[in-house]
């Protein structure tokens, strides 16, 4: 997301990740866990979601995607020792193998207020009164980054040059 | 039974050139979405590979997986079912052959999974008698018809499965009980939606079987497990 991967494809898989698991969709999610075990230590993201069609349409995104989905083991998370990517796993397998599970709502926060990746509870959707399992995700504008990784790289030029 | 038929049994006796003419239009269709989505789910209309294999859990109950067993696939499209068998039951002997009305479909299939005991074939109806016989999301789009005329054409299939299934078959429909939510991909218009009790009726008294409904799998459908007595 942000440089990882294009706007609009960030966009259209946050759509279909929320609506996967709105309300309405969340027995079939649930029954999917139980036959399946989608969502365990032993398969990636990346996996689970390629499983679960939760791709972008353009095949060129879906490289990038899947990119960003292995980056997230880099990523750091709201508990102790965990990557953002298992954090995700986690907040899915103990939902979807609770006694009462929640929907689940994916939305992003920016990475320079909190780098690490949020699992919560709370009503995200103004017009439901339905609590739902809020993952957040952070991400860096793509122009901020690119912005930034040209810092970087002037920064590294100049001091080779100094070197010289 | 409480089927759409103009009249008693008219539902169940479509004359041969409306049932072609169903075979060519649901045909191509078929072919247009692989065409479109290559062997993949939405090539055969279903949304992921999670779905489409909770299904075939539902449709493999049927079977009895501690002898060996010959397997029709009715609708086998790009042939996911056999690739599901070999990941799903490694060890099991299943003599399966693959139908589809489109050729487009079979060559898919053949491509990716044909073995000695994994054979597919173009065609209407199955040219053995097997022990059992399964179909997946076959009746779900109608293709414009009417629902007596689409009624009429699964009566057909199902007494095609009955004839060929020397121990079972088994169905799955899309439930009537959502109708504004599912799984499958086209427009909801073209899908056809029914509930358990007629189908389950036309299976026991019309072709002289026993039913086993289930709609417990957290999708708005449900699978009708048949057990055939002879």
């Not at chain 1, 980056?71 to 939902?95: C, E, M, W």
Request: glycine share 6%.
């Amino acid at each position: 997301m942000g440089m990882a991967i294009n706007d609009s494809t960030t966009l259209d898989i946050l759509v279909q990740l929320n609506k996967r698991f709105e309300p309405d969709g969340l027995h079939e999610m649930v029954a999917l866990q139980k036959e399946f075990q989608i969502f365990s230590a032993k398969h990636s993201l990346q996996s689970s979601f390629a499983l679960l069609g939760i791709v972008p349409l353009a095949w060129s995104e879906r490289r990038r995607w899947y990119h960003f989905l292995g980056q997230l083991k880099t990523y750091p998370s709201d508990l102790a020792n965990v990557s953002g990517h298992d954090r995700i796993i986690k907040a899915f397998k103990d939902d979807l193998g609770a006694k009462e599970p929640l929907p689940v709502s994916f939305r992003c926060h920016n990475a320079a207020d909190d780098p690490k990746v949020t699992v919560s509870k709370g009503l995200p959707i103004i017009f439901s009164l339905d609590t739902y399992v809020i993952v957040s995700i952070p991400t860096t504008p793509g122009r901020v980054a690119r912005q930034q990784a040209a810092a970087i790289a002037k920064q590294r030029r100049a001091v080779k040059k100094s070197k010289k | 039974m409480s089927l759409s038929g103009e009249s008693d049994g008219t539902s169940t006796a479509l004359g041969s050139r409306v049932t072609e003419s169903v075979y060519s239009d649901v045909e191509a269709y078929y072919s247009a979405r692989v065409a479109k989505y290559g062997a993949t789910p939405l090539g055969v209309d279903w949304s992921c590979q999670a779905t489409q294999s909770l299904r075939f859990v539902q449709l493999l109950k049927i079977c009895d997986f501690s002898a060996p067993f010959t397997l029709d696939d009715i609708g086998c499209g790009y042939g996911a079912l056999a690739a599901f068998l070999t990941t799903r039951y490694p060890e099991a002997k299943i003599d399966y052959l693959g139908l589809d009305l489109s050729r487009a479909m079979v060559s898919r299939a053949r491509r990716r999974f044909s073995s000695p005991d994994r054979r597919f074939v173009v065609g209407t109806a199955s040219p053995r008698i097997a022990n059992y016989s399964v179909a997946s999301g076959i009746m779900n789009v109608s293709c414009g018809y009417s629902r007596a005329i689409w009624e009429g054409f699964v009566a057909t299939i199902l007494r095609e499965m009955r004839r060929t299934s020397r121990l079972g078959f088994s169905v799955n429909f899309l439930s009537d009980a959502a109708r504004a939510k599912t799984s499958a991909v086209p427009s909801a218009n073209s899908l056809y939606r029914t509930s358990p009790e007629p189908w389950s009726h036309y299976c026991e008294h019309d072709l002289g079987c026993s039913v086993e409904t289930i709609d417990n799998y957290g999708m708005r459908e449900f699978t009708l497990l048949v057990s055939c007595d002879s």
